[in-house]
């Protein structure tokens, strides 16, 4: 009976050892585990960090862009105002210029009706061509303001689409290396030992994703405060 009950107590001991062994082996798991898992929401926070620096960026040059467009839209309008002035006080000069001549020419000369009538085509075709100048001209500036336009508007949408990449791959990874943490927990042979840290990361992982949602809502507000802006420039 002596013997026996030595057996038992040896192999109980040995069993003890074991479960150390075992759950020794478990901590140090988890806890190289965890801190993969921190050390891969600490270089997610810093790429929204940097998302933020980058939107920042891109906002400040959204608006100096949209100060060039509207000092060149100034200076156009200016620059056409002037140039209709002009060309106006010059066809005002051109028609006084031919009524005098007109006026001249009839009075010394009666018999010089066909030339008259040659220097008034003339006039009229250099009126003529200066306001087809103007239209044309006009149409320039409007195709250049519309061009400047949509090449914003395209680079603004690129952004968002990149920025919206970003955020949804930083977001799998975290998801994917949870659920691998929570796989690995569940398998566990003592797995109510464990379940206060796993809801722990479970909760961690619900934060991180609402951070994330946040920061995508503004990033998004943001950029259409940025459209609105450029189009009421």
């Not at 107590?9 to 040995?14: A, H, K, M, S, Y």
């Not at 965890?34 to 940097?50: F, P, T």
């Not at 797995?191 to 934060?207: C, I, T």
């Amino acid at each position: 009976n002596l013997q026996v009950l030595e057996r038992q107590i040896r192999t109980r001991d040995g069993a003890a050892v074991e479960t150390n062994f075992a759950v020794r082996s478990l901590d140090h798991k988890y806890i190289q585990g965890l801190g993969d898992l921190r050390g891969r929401v600490a270089r997610c926070e810093a790429s929204i960090a940097k998302l933020s620096g980058d939107i920042s960026i891109v906002r400040r040059e959204a608006q100096k862009t949209d100060k060039e467009i509207y000092d060149l839209r100034s200076a156009l309008k200016n620059f056409v105002g002037d140039f209709e002035k002009k060309v106006m006080q010059l066809l005002g000069k051109i028609e006084t210029s031919s009524s005098d001549q007109s006026s001249h020419l009839k009075t010394v000369q009666g018999d010089q009706q066909h030339q008259l009538q040659l220097l008034d085509f003339k006039l009229t075709s250099i009126l003529s061509d200066f306001r087809d100048q103007i239209q044309t001209h006009r149409k320039w500036t409007e195709v250049q303001l519309t061009r400047s336009e949509a090449d914003q508007a395209q680079h603004q949408h690129q952004l968002l689409n990149s920025v919206k990449e970003r955020l949804e791959r930083a977001e799998k990874r975290v998801e994917e290396n949870l659920l691998l943490q929570s796989v690995k927990l569940e398998r566990m042979d003592k797995p109510q030992k464990y379940e206060k840290q796993l809801n722990q990361m479970k909760s961690d992982e619900k934060n991180l994703h609402a951070r994330i949602t946040r920061f995508e809502r503004q990033i998004w507000k943001e950029l259409e405060e940025i459209q609105n802006e450029y189009r009421s420039g």
